[in-house]
């Protein structure tokens, strides 16, 4: 069974930071790009940055490029977002995302998503 599950989200006040993470299961981790999204209040989810496999290479969103570094620890099967320079508009939830692959068919799943509240 395929498992995301984040934490590390909290309520900071701008220009503070955070660290939430998303530790994975059930499926080839250090195989799959993972990525990270953010759904605002009363707004879409929207994708955030993506990094491959083995860490090698990474995307951001632009409103957070410079800001927000993702990583990963293969022995740990788990990822990063580590957040800078918080802005009250970076406030979210904040899910962790992976399509993986079954028998040549790939499956998306998601985590529960964590909280980050920026407010002074």
């Known amino acids: 069974q395929v498992q995301l599950v984040e934490s590390g989200g909290d309520s900071v006040q701008p220009g503070g930071s955070l660290g939430p993470s998303c530790t994975a299961s059930?499926?080839?981790?250090?195989?799959?790009?993972m990525d990270w999204y953010l759904q605002g209040p009363g707004k879409e989810r929207e994708w955030v940055a993506t990094?491959?496999?083995?860490?090698?290479?990474?995307k951001y969103q632009d409103t957070v490029a410079g800001r927000f570094t993702i990583s990963r620890d293969l022995r740990k099967n788990t990822v990063y977002l580590q957040m800078t320079n918080l802005k009250p508009e970076d406030t979210a939830v904040y899910y962790c995302?992976?399509?993986?692959?079954?028998?040549?068919?790939?499956?998306?799943?998601w985590g529960q998503g964590t909280q980050v509240t920026v407010s002074s």
């Open positions: 990094i491959s496999g083995a860490g090698l290479m990474t």
């Open positions: 995302y992976v399509q993986y692959w079954r028998n040549g068919a790939p499956f998306d799943a």
């Open positions: 059930g499926f080839d981790f250090s195989r799959s790009a």
